[in-house]
């Protein structure tokens, strides 16, 4: 079935993708097949993924340039090569426009990923063997937050905090509680599979109240704080963290915010030369421009229709029996509980049928999860990517009905087949 999703040819790739596909062919043909067939997969699929979404062609084409090229270690005005002229000029243009985007002092936006800009941020903040409070990866936290096998939780002291195991929320009394008894040196908010609002200051009050520095790692709902439809971690966190490319839809990439000179001059010894060498020129050049992309109005309507879209999903998943943790979404995200429309399903099935149906999803624990990360009992579900293809509150309830045929049928091949033709009159009505 998935061969049956690429078997379109790239009549809807523009100009620019064309030409890169016809210069792969020659150079290599290998290769050249196996990116022509990925491009198809992404024309021809719902990318219902959270972590993910579709940039414009200008800030991919951006990242296959001259400015691969380059080494520019250092930061502008002050580098250890030369011939760095243009590339701190466009330096300067990411951070000035990342500065005018989240209304803060200061940006770093050299780090590689998310997790990256995570080092660099402990690096800054902690020394090794502090004590860091955060939400663990099973309540939707993200690996880089404390996970034993990662870097965090290999050099720092990592106590967890959970959500209320009534209403899957953030309980801020709670969390209060534990930073009073544990008196963290660091206290991280900012979460993978959160679909509710997280209130920075009352985060801010708590630090406060003992002392510790508050982190944000907005990684997921950057976009959405960029354009005022969540509320900002400033000028509550002391260091913010994101991706680039979730919900603000640029290249992939990392990036640290702060609004404190002493944090800020950090913040840059950490990322270089604490833990990365030559910035990926390239790269901060798309991430300017998907900047610049993000201060443009239009960025806020795509803001505010991937939250209404999530909303219509949500109320169309009830509709048919499934549990949302937390009850819905204030955000781009639902995590589906999937027990109580089948108790029998877990996420690792459904995450496998729906993408035989051509629908792309990932399987995740649900808070309290009785099975394991690689089974699960849940399904988060994001609206970023079909936002971004134009696809509306009535567009996700005919998703919604898809899912749950494919769900309904247990995987049976020609219902997802029959599914999959759905699918794609689905995307051609809505093309990249
Ligand atoms: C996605 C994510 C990251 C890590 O991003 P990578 O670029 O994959 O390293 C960090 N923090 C949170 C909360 C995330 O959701």
Same mark, same amino acid.
């Given at each position: 079935?998935?061969?049956?999703?690429?078997?379109?040819?790239?009549?809807?790739?523009?100009?620019?993708?064309?030409? +890169?596909?016809?210069?792969?062919?020659?150079?290599?043909?290998?290769?050249? /097949?196996?990116?022509? #067939?990925? #491009? @198809?997969?992404?024309?021809?699929?719902?990318?219902?993924?959270?972590?993910?979404?579709?940039?414009? =062609?200008?800030?991919?084409?951006?990242?296959?340039?001259?400015?691969?090229?380059?080494?520019?270690?250092?930061?502008?005005?002050?580098?250890?090569?030369?011939?760095?002229?243009?590339?701190?000029?466009?330096?300067?243009?990411?951070?000035? /426009? !990342?500065?005018?985007?989240?209304?803060?002092?200061?940006?770093?936006? @050299?780090?590689? =990923?998310?997790?990256? #800009?995570?080092?660099? #941020?402990?690096?800054?903040?902690?020394?090794?063997? &502090?004590?860091?409070?955060?939400?663990?990866?099973?309540?939707?936290?993200?690996? =880089?937050?404390?996970?034993?096998?990662?870097?965090?939780?290999?050099?720092?002291?990592?106590?967890?905090?959970? +959500?209320?195991? %009534?209403?899957?929320?953030?309980?801020?009394? %709670?969390?209060?509680?534990?930073?009073?008894?544990?008196?963290?040196?660091?206290?991280?908010?900012?979460?993978? !599979?959160?679909?509710?609002? *997280?209130?920075?200051?009352?985060?801010?009050?708590?630090? $406060?109240?003992?002392?510790?520095?508050?982190?944000?790692?907005?990684?997921?709902?950057?976009?959405?704080?960029?354009?005022?439809?969540?509320?900002?971690?400033?000028?509550?966190?002391? *260091?913010?963290?994101?991706?680039?490319?979730?919900?603000?839809?640029?290249?992939?990439?990392?990036?640290?915010?702060?609004?404190?000179?002493?944090? !800020?001059?950090?913040? $840059?010894?950490?990322?270089?030369?604490?833990?990365?060498?030559?910035?990926?020129?390239?790269?901060?050049?798309?991430?300017? *421009?998907?900047?610049? %992309?993000?201060? &443009?109005?239009?960025?806020?309507?795509?803001?505010?229709?991937?939250?209404?879209?999530?909303?219509?999903?949500?109320?169309?998943?009830?509709?048919?029996?499934?549990?949302?943790?937390?009850?819905?979404?204030?955000?781009?995200?639902?995590?589906?509980?999937?027990?109580?429309?089948?108790?029998?399903?877990?996420?690792?099935?459904?995450?496998?049928?729906?993408?035989?149906?051509?629908? *792309?999803?990932?399987?995740?624990?649900?808070?309290?999860?009785?099975?394991?990360?690689?089974?699960? =009992?849940?399904?988060?579900?994001?609206?970023? !990517?079909?936002?971004?293809?134009?696809?509306?509150?009535?567009?996700?309830?005919?998703?919604?009905?898809? +899912?749950?045929?494919?769900?309904?049928?247990?995987?049976?091949?020609?219902?997802?087949?029959?599914?999959?033709?759905?699918?794609?009159?689905?995307?051609?009505?809505?093309? +990249?």
């Amino acid at each position: 079935m998935m061969s049956q999703a690429h078997q379109t040819t790239s009549q809807h790739l523009d100009e620019a993708s064309q030409q +890169l596909l016809k210069l792969l062919e020659q150079a290599d043909p290998e290769v050249s /097949r196996h990116m022509a #067939a990925e #491009a @198809q997969r992404q024309s021809n699929t719902l990318e219902l993924i959270a972590s993910e979404n579709h940039v414009s =062609s200008a800030v991919m084409h951006s990242m296959g340039s001259w400015l691969t090229n380059k080494y520019a270690e250092g930061y502008p005005g002050k580098r250890y090569y030369g011939g760095c002229e243009f590339h701190d000029q466009i330096e300067n243009l990411a951070r000035d /426009r !990342a500065k005018a985007l989240f209304g803060c002092a200061h940006a770093n936006v @050299q780090p590689h =990923s998310g997790a990256s #800009a995570n080092i660099a #941020a402990f690096m800054a903040m902690c020394k090794p063997g &502090d004590r860091i409070l955060s939400l663990p990866i099973k309540s939707g936290g993200h690996l =880089s937050h404390g996970l034993k096998p990662n870097f965090s939780g290999t050099f720092y002291d990592i106590v967890d905090y959970d +959500l209320d195991p %009534e209403t899957e929320l953030l309980d801020y009394d %709670e969390i209060r509680r534990i930073a009073i008894e544990t008196k963290p040196r660091m206290i991280i908010c900012g979460y993978s !599979a959160y679909p509710r609002t *997280i209130d920075f200051a009352a985060f801010r009050s708590i630090a $406060d109240e003992v002392g510790a520095v508050l982190m944000a790692d907005i990684a997921h709902i950057a976009g959405l704080v960029a354009a005022g439809v969540h509320s900002s971690p400033f000028p509550h966190a002391h *260091i913010v963290t994101t991706t680039t490319h979730k919900t603000l839809r640029g290249p992939r990439g990392g990036m640290i915010l702060t609004d404190d000179e002493e944090i !800020a001059k950090l913040v $840059d010894r950490k990322v270089f030369p604490g833990s990365q060498g030559g910035p990926l020129m390239h790269v901060i050049a798309a991430k300017a *421009i998907a900047f610049g %992309e993000a201060l &443009d109005p239009s960025f806020e309507t795509y803001a505010r229709n991937v939250v209404t879209n999530a909303q219509a999903m949500a109320t169309a998943l009830v509709e048919k029996g499934y549990r949302l943790c937390s009850g819905g979404t204030d955000n781009h995200l639902v995590l589906v509980d999937l027990q109580p429309r089948d108790a029998e399903l877990t996420g690792a099935d459904a995450e496998r049928w729906l993408e035989m149906a051509g629908i *792309i999803t990932n399987k995740n624990g649900i808070p309290n999860d009785p099975r394991p990360p690689m089974v699960t =009992s849940g399904l988060r579900l994001g609206t970023a !990517a079909v936002t971004t293809r134009g696809l509306d509150a009535g567009a996700m309830v005919e998703v919604v009905e898809l +899912l749950d045929r494919v769900m309904g049928s247990q995987g049976d091949e020609s219902e997802c087949q029959s599914v999959c033709e759905s699918v794609r009159s689905i995307c051609e009505r809505f093309p +990249l």
